[in-house]
């Protein structure tokens, strides 16, 4: 989809904004035991500690990691665009969901050192199946969309 680094860089803050948001909203459901209209405005005390590290990660590690890994698992040259997308998201999601699970569980949770690994293992354990299909069903379809039309190419061009 992003052809340059600006391209790119639009598309990372679009994704990793809707991401940490979706995310954020859903583990504020499993800390109250449902939804409230109170987590949709609540979710952005947290975005702005959540969302920089997310940025970071996705755009200067994670980002090229996951098409290399992707890229090793199918042939790009070869497949359906929509095994690219998926696999690179599935793959994306594989790296990113235990490692801002880790960041939540220092920055938000904070358990006892004694708990730390646990509570860590636990976040990432519910937080894997929502990231994943938040990406595959919501978040990247609508990114990938939004962005189509901000870098919408005029006929002729």
Same mark, same amino acid.
């Given at each position: 989809?992003?052809?340059?680094?600006?391209?790119?860089?639009?598309?990372?803050?679009?994704?990793?904004?809707?991401?940490?948001?979706?995310?954020?909203?859903?583990?504020?459901?499993?800390?109250?035991?449902?939804?409230?209209?109170?987590?949709?405005?609540?979710?952005?005390?947290?975005?702005?500690?959540?969302?920089?590290?997310?940025?970071?990660?996705?755009?200067?590690?994670y980002?090229?990691?996951?098409?290399?890994?992707?890229?090793?698992?199918?042939?790009?040259?070869? /497949?359906?665009?929509?095994?690219?997308?998926?696999?690179?998201?599935a793959?994306?999601?594989?790296?990113?969901c235990?490692?801002m /699970?880790?960041?939540?569980?220092?920055?938000?949770?904070?358990?006892?050192?004694?708990?730390?690994?646990?509570?860590?293992?636990?976040?990432?354990?519910?937080?894997?199946?929502?990231?994943?299909?938040w990406?595959?069903?919501?978040?990247?379809?609508?990114?990938?969309?939004?962005?189509?039309?901000?870098?919408?190419?005029?006929?002729?061009?």
């Amino acid at each position: 989809m992003p052809r340059t680094k600006g391209q790119e860089l639009i598309f990372t803050i679009l994704m990793v904004f809707v991401m940490v948001y979706g995310m954020i909203i859903y583990n504020m459901c499993l800390e109250t035991g449902g939804m409230q209209n109170s987590h949709f405005v609540n979710a952005f005390h947290e975005m702005w500690f959540m969302g920089p590290i997310a940025f970071v990660l996705d755009f200067f590690l994670y980002g090229h990691l996951s098409k290399w890994i992707a890229f090793r698992t199918i042939d790009p040259k070869s /497949s359906q665009p929509i095994l690219i997308v998926l696999t690179i998201s599935a793959v994306t999601v594989c790296l990113m969901c235990p490692t801002m /699970s880790l960041a939540a569980t220092l920055l938000i949770k904070q358990p006892e050192w004694s708990r730390l690994a646990v509570t860590w293992m636990e976040t990432t354990v519910k937080n894997f199946p929502m990231a994943l299909c938040w990406q595959i069903f919501l978040a990247g379809p609508l990114v990938r969309k939004i962005f189509r039309l901000i870098f919408m190419r005029q006929k002729g061009n």
